[in-house]
């Protein structure tokens, strides 16, 4: 069983950056594959971005490509996403999940075991 803490969330501007952690607890972290995810209201859940468990693979969704960076510490079990010229249609509520090497290309059908709590980014105009 893993656990997932998500952390580092707040309200910014539009333009500003800001740094999400997603860390792991009672498991093997180096085993999964680490995703984001992001909901906003109304909206269904989308993807954002997944590592791999060594971190050489990474995909990032469209609307992110360019402004996020995600990255992986596997000796502090710990994922980052950096945010960076955020815009205010980022604002959402941000989820880490854990799962199996398949779910690395599926993108938002990614069948993730473990998911955190999540973490509320909100960006003003």
């Known amino acids: 069983q893993v656990q997932l803490v998500e952390s580092g969330g707040g309200l910014v501007q539009a333009g500003d950056s800001l740094r999400l952690s997603c860390a792991a607890s009672?498991?093997?972290?180096?085993?999964?594959?680490i995703g984001w995810f992001r909901q906003a209201p109304g909206k269904e859940r989308e993807f954002a971005a997944v590592?791999?468990?060594?971190?050489?693979?990474?995909y990032y969704a469209d609307s992110v490509k360019g402004r996020f960076i995600i990255s992986r510490d596997n000796a502090k079990n710990t994922v980052f996403l950096q945010m960076n010229s955020l815009k205010p249609e980022d604002t959402a509520v941000y989820y880490c999940?854990?799962?199996?090497?398949?779910?690395?290309?599926?993108?938002?059908?990614?069948?993730?075991?473990?998911w955190g709590q999540g973490t509320q980014v909100t960006v003003s105009s």
């Open positions: 590592i791999s468990r060594s971190g050489g693979i990474i």
């Open positions: 999940a854990a799962g199996p090497p398949y779910a690395l290309g599926q993108g938002s059908n990614g069948k993730y075991d473990y």
């Open positions: 009672g498991g093997t972290f180096s085993r999964y594959v």
